[in-house]
């Protein structure tokens, strides 16, 4: 297999609530500078964010100042044909990774976020009609033609990676799923294992649960909470977010966190704890804390 020559930075911003942001294009453009600034260099898109909306606000932002493209690697997803966004014609949410659909899509994509080329493309779910053939095809033209340096896949268990793999002259460079400490599914499924055997980074998403850990009366929640709050004491955390990005970056495949937030000290606060350490039994005392049981 060919070595990939695609390197993510430490944290991954993501862009899937920017319309939810309620940004000016200036303050997009800003927020960008930011993550620049914190040498998080890696954005993550997908053509169906906000509601088809996310990828061109973050390409009027980087209109105004395109000197950045190039200091930047933009992924991007598709592959979902969600109800929203307009479609007359869909009546049920559906995939599509036909050869026609991936083109097409990419070809909305560079539009929207005013960029020649794409650093990475994924297909967003598994899709049960893919014809590995097909997708093979669309990748290869499209990166014979310039528009995407590099390929992946996001929620993909290994064996339908290792199908899409097996029709392709190049490797595949990530599979973004996710990690959280309440979702544990990739750790023990295989997924990350088989990230860790090819050398491949795995992007984290919801790598907060979606804020409900900082909320939720579960009782996995409570415990998750008094255990990480004890664990941030005890490494000098500046709060519980802190010690769930440190634990997902000791996991040997050495995940990539994607951070969503458009607030400027939160993604400060993210990358800040690239500075903890945490040990073994306190990686498993979260671990115990999410599945309510010790290891056998």
């Not at 914190?38 to 100042?65: K, P, R």
């Not at 995407?148 to 993909?156: A, I, L, M, R």
């Amino acid at each position: 297999m060919i070595a990939s020559h695609f390197e993510f930075s430490g944290f991954v911003a993501g862009f899937w609530r920017m319309n939810a942001w309620n940004m000016n294009v200036q303050q997009r453009l800003t927020l960008i500078e930011q993550y620049l600034e914190l040498d998080v260099t890696s954005m993550d898109h997908a053509d169906i964010y906000g509601v088809y909306e996310c990828e061109s606000l973050f390409g009027e932002a980087l209109a105004i100042a395109p000197h950045l493209r190039d200091k930047m690697q933009i992924i991007s997803k598709c592959g979902i044909k969600p109800m929203f966004g307009g479609f007359d014609n869909r009546y049920v949410n559906h995939y599509d990774t036909s050869k026609q659909h991936i083109i097409t899509s990419v070809e909305r994509s560079l539009t929207s976020l005013n960029t020649d080329y794409l650093d990475a493309l994924l297909i967003h779910r598994p899709d049960p009609l893919m014809q590995a053939d097909e997708v093979a095809e669309a990748f290869l033209q499209l990166k014979n033609q310039g528009k995407v340096k590099h390929f992946g896949v996001s929620n993909f268990l290994p064996q339908q990676f290792n199908l899409l793999q097996s029709k392709l002259s190049f490797p595949l460079i990530t599979n973004q799923v996710e990690v959280s400490v309440q979702c544990l599914t990739h750790i023990h499924d295989g997924v990350l294992d088989q990230c860790q055997q090819l050398g491949i980074r795995p992007m984290a998403w919801s790598c907060l649960g979606g804020g409900e850990l900082f909320s939720a009366q579960t009782e996995q929640a409570v415990r998750l909470r008094n255990c990480l709050t004890l664990i941030a004491e005890q490494v000098g955390a500046k709060d519980i977010s802190q010690v769930i990005y440190a634990w997902i970056k000791m996991l040997p495949s050495q995940p990539v966190p994607i951070i969503g937030s458009g607030n400027i000290e939160r993604i400060r606060t993210a990358v800040a704890s690239d500075n903890l350490t945490l040990d073994k039994q306190q990686w498993f005392s979260i671990w115990q804390a999410s599945t309510g049981h010790s290891v056998p």
